[in-house]
Nanobody
Framework: QVQLVESGGGLVQAGDSLRLACEAS????????MGWARQSPGKEREFVAA????????YYADSVKGRFTISRDNAKSTVYLQMNSLKPEDTAVYYC???????????????????WGQGTQVTVSS
């Protein structure tokens, strides 16, 4: 079993930055693909970003490309999402996720993760 705990959400203004963190426990963190998804009221969950076990491969949704950066620290069993130039449409609950599958399978499956965190709220005011 895997436990994922997100932190770093909050209320910011448009143009500001936030960094989300997700600490994993329970399995060998360094072996698995990690990622982030988000969901806002009335909308489907959106696959935002993913990173391979080594950190050498990353994926971003078009909506965040150039503004968000995913990274990981395997020594700390933590994955990060640096969010810059935030927009009101980025407002959502952000979920950390991990997959037993490989990076390409997760991306090809549009965020087909196996375990999810509880989520952290990000609110961007205009």
């Amino acid at each position: 079993q895997v436990q994922l705990v997100e932190s770093g959400g909050g209320l910011v203004q448009a143009g500001d930055s936030l960094r989300l963190a997700c600490e994993a426990s329970g399995r060998t963190f360094s072996s698995y693909t990690m990622g982030w998804a988000r969901q806002s009221p009335g909308k489907e969950r959106e696959f935002v970003a993913a990173i391979s076990w080594s950190g050498s491969s990353t994926y971003y949704a078009d909506s965040v490309k150039g503004r968000f950066t995913i990274s990981r620290d395997n020594a700390k069993s933590t994955v990060y999402l640096q969010m810059n130039s935030l927009k009101p449409e980025d407002t959502a609950v952000y979920y950390c996720a991990t997959a037993l599958k490989g990076f390409r399978t997760v991306v090809g499956g549009r965020g087909d993760f196996d375990y999810w965190g509880q989520g952290t709220q990000v609110t961007v005011s205009s």
